[in-house]
């Protein structure tokens, strides 16, 4: 039976594959079934491999949580993602859950980082995005998503995050922590953005005033101002969120913020939220390294096209997905 009044609230819908058998999730889950939230295991009772199975076998692919429950959803995903991506059946499961839980914390946290607690929830997911991402690099197909609809923020950030975490794993010298730092940096690199109302972020650029272009612009000072204001302190993630979009003139702009700024400008140009059709992945590369007048190091340019061009599976509706040869010449011809 429903939970009395149930039916009234506001839920989050998560997928199957985010329970792992015989754990204890501390969230009320609930099935949709005709028209209506059921109450389907207590937050304190274990759902076993059995139940699980017996789900899938009825097609029901989600379940979902009392939105006033997130955050103990959140502290279960965290803690549970690893061996939930340990027990997909394939590669493309495995994207699918490492895009989906880390919209699903970025969802509710990105805009509402008000303390440590808060940003260390984002990095428990970012660390695991990292280490998967960098040991097993044909994921990142899976895991990028072209931006469409109301969420466009939060599939850029974990765009974002994806490729820098590739591109920096291919630069030598770099320890784990600075990996680290780097993926959880780049997922909260557009915080300044996050309180924006997307009437203005997702207006087109021409149609914004010269002063709505200025606060825009100011974002990363602002995100950075936030994160240092919930009690952030790690140097990286900070320069990191600060500097994504370039220094003064004169200043050299650190490794890590340069990682960041290419994969940022990569996916706005590889992205359906653009304006009109999105560019390509080597239309997009051909812009940055030939219009972009040196803003880019060539040498992290050429380990990043040598990343694209040496994944073996592509999914293809992924941005990464290559364009046709007739395609590039057009694209090279018109630059």
């Given at each position: ?8 609230a ?6 199957r ?10 969230a ?26 017996k ?7 989600s ?8 955050n ?5 995903v965290?803690?549970?993602l ?17 895009r989906?839980?880390?919209?699903a914390?970025l ?8 303390t ?8 428990g ?15 990142l197909?899976g ?15 974990a ?21 680290s730092s ?20 997702y207006?087109p ?8 272009r ?24 900070l ?15 650190s490794?890590?913020?340069q990682v960041?700024?290419?994969a940022?400008?990569?996916d ?6 653009r304006q009109?059709?999105?560019?390509g ?20 340019i ?7 061009g ?8 992924s ?7 007739r ?5 090279a011809?018109?630059?």
């Amino acid at each position: 039976m429903p939970e009395e009044g149930a039916e009234h609230a506001e839920y989050i819908s998560i997928p199957r594959e985010f329970i792992s058998p015989d754990s204890v999730t501390g969230a009320h889950l609930y099935v949709h079934v005709g028209g209506r939230y059921v109450l389907y295991r207590s937050g304190h009772e274990p759902i076993d491999a059995e139940a699980l199975a017996k789900l899938k076998s009825r097609s029901i692919n989600s379940l979902y949580v009392l939105a006033e429950q997130r955050n103990q959803l959140e502290e279960y995903v965290v803690k549970h993602l690893r061996s939930v991506i340990a027990s997909a059946t394939d590669s493309a499961q495995a994207s699918r859950v490492i895009r989906d839980a880390t919209r699903a914390v970025l969802r509710s946290t990105l805009g509402n980082i008000d303390t440590i607690d808060d940003f260390e929830r984002l990095r428990g997911v970012s660390d695991v995005l990292t280490d998967k991402i960098a040991n097993s690099q044909s994921l990142l197909s899976g895991v990028v998503r072209f931006a469409e609809g109301d969420e466009r923020l939060l599939t850029h950030a974990a765009n974002v995050a994806a490729y820098s975490v590739v591109l920096a794993s291919r630069i030598p010298g770099l320890s784990s922590d600075e990996l680290s730092s780097i993926g959880v940096g780049a997922l909260v690199h557009d915080t300044g953005l996050s309180t924006v109302d997307p009437e203005l972020l997702y207006k087109p650029d021409e149609e914004r005033t010269d002063l709505e272009r200025y606060f825009l612009g100011r974002h990363p000072g602002r995100g950075a101002a936030q994160l240092e204001q919930a009690g952030v302190d790690d140097p990286i993630v900070l320069d990191i969120v600060r500097h994504h979009h370039g220094v003064a003139d004169g200043e050299q702009l650190s490794l890590p913020a340069q990682v960041v700024q290419l994969a940022d400008v990569f996916d706005s140009l590889t992205s359906q939220s653009r304006q009109g059709a999105p560019n390509g992945p080597f239309a997009a590369l051909y812009d940055m390294r030939h219009r972009a007048n040196g803003r880019f190091s060539p040498e992290l340019i050429r380990e990043f096209v040598l990343t694209l061009g040496s994944m073996t599976e592509v999914v293809a509706d992924s941005p990464v997905a290559p364009l046709s040869r007739r395609r590039v010449r057009a694209n090279a011809s018109a630059a």
